[in-house]
């Protein structure tokens, strides 16, 4: 046999084997990716509730002024990149649901514990924005709810959700809204969705909150003739976990 023969024999036998190793490597990633890409459906139909309940205390006015946001979030999952061992899952459908605001009034300061003190008038705006600066939002029912494009706390100009109200003498306030629901638009690039889970070619994985924003502006009035202002900003997270 000539030496050409030889070398043309070794390089069949060459490609045979790279072919044989890519076949076996795409069945393996089609193995690895198959149970992935049926949970995607899967996932997508599943819609997740979580509740949340947060809060913060300042001096204003005289008064130790306590601000509770509460609601609900609801949400599903969906696969929008599979590699095989690489996989991204975000956050879709989002929706806040009978978003809440409790306001209470003490004897300040807020360094120790006081009895409540009423104040004369209670001024209360609170504003939904996307803290994923995904920029569309709505919200289900009309009036006194709206819809406007401002300053958010992260993400500069954009769509928020809005109610107002003003209240007089007490000192507990209830912003209730048990029939509304602000809804999240979803990307039309959906790996630009809120990330729920990661997982690179090393196998490390990573499990992330869904959060929104909000801030609760109000303007406090300890008598008929005083007033001062305070606008703390909330963020919210929930797990699915």
């Known amino acids: 046999m000539s030496e050409s023969s030889s070398d043309a024999i070794l390089e069949t036998n060459r490609r045979r084997r ?10 393996a990633l089609v193995a690895v990716a198959a149970p992935m890409i049926g949970a995607q459906s899967a996932e997508a139909a599943t819609t997740y509730s979580r509740s949340f309940t947060t809060s913060q205390s300042k001096t204003i006015a005289n008064r130790c002024v306590r601000v509770t946001l509460s609601g609900t979030m609801l949400f599903q999952r969906k696969v929008a990149a599979n590699y095989g061992i690489s996989t991204m899952v975000v956050y879709v459908n989002r929706k806040v649901t009978k978003p809440r605001v409790r ?6 300061p807020c360094t120790t514990k006081k009895p409540r003190r009423s104040i004369a008038k209670l001024s209360v705006t609170q504003r939904w924005s996307d803290y994923s600066c995904n920029g569309n939002l709505s919200v289900s029912v009309g009036l006194p709810w709206g819809v406007s494009v401002g300053a958010s706390p992260t993400c500069g100009r954009e769509e928020r959700a809005h109610r107002s109200a003003t209240y007089g003498r007490s000192s507990a306030y209830d912003q209730k809204n048990s029939d509304t629901t602000i809804r999240y638009a979803n990307k039309g690039s959906i790996t630009h969705n809120p990330a729920a889970f990661t997982r690179n070619l090393r196998g490390d994985e990573r499990r992330i909150k869904l959060c929104q ?8 009035y300890p008598s008929a003739s005083s007033s001062d202002s305070w ?7 929930v797990k699915y976990w």
């Open 213 to 220: 924003s909000a801030v609760v502006s109000m303007v406090i």
């Open 231 to 237: 606008s703390p900003t909330f963020r919210p997270c």
């Open 103 to 108: 306001v209470y009034t003490y004897a300040g």
């Open 18 to 27: 790279v072919v044989t190793f890519a076949a076996g490597l795409i069945l």
